[in-house]
């Protein structure tokens, strides 16, 4: 069985698109406040920051396989 986290890694790692300390942070302040969360921390509860770093993560994952997928039919 494939652990998709360690392949998603895999592929943050080889491309460069692990999140960052400032990345993660303008992320978690730009989602507060959208939610109107009164601070981060509110909007975290009792989640980790490490949990939506590896949320960004996946989602970064997920994006760049999107723009760099070739499609072709059969």
Same mark, same amino acid.
């Given at each position: 069985?494939?652990?998709?986290y360690?392949?998603? *890694? ?5 491309? +460069? !698109? @692990?999140?960052s300390?400032?990345? !993660?942070? @303008?992320? !978690?302040?730009?989602? $507060?406040?959208?939610? +109107?969360? $009164?601070?981060?921390e #509110?909007?975290? +509860?009792?989640?980790? &920051? #490490?949990? /939506? &770093? #590896?949320?960004?993560?996946?989602? @970064?994952?997920? *994006? /760049? !396989? &999107? ?8």
């Open positions: 069985i494939v652990d998709i360690v392949v998603c *890694q895999h592929i943050a790692n080889a491309e +460069g !698109l @692990n999140v300390d400032e990345e !993660l942070e @303008n992320k !978690l302040s730009e989602e $507060a406040e959208y939610y +109107g969360a $009164a601070s981060v #509110e909007y975290i +509860g009792e989640n980790s &920051r #490490e949990s /939506f &770093r #590896e949320d960004y993560m996946y989602t @970064n994952v997920l *994006q /760049f !396989l &999107r723009d760099n997928a070739i499609i072709t039919e059969k």
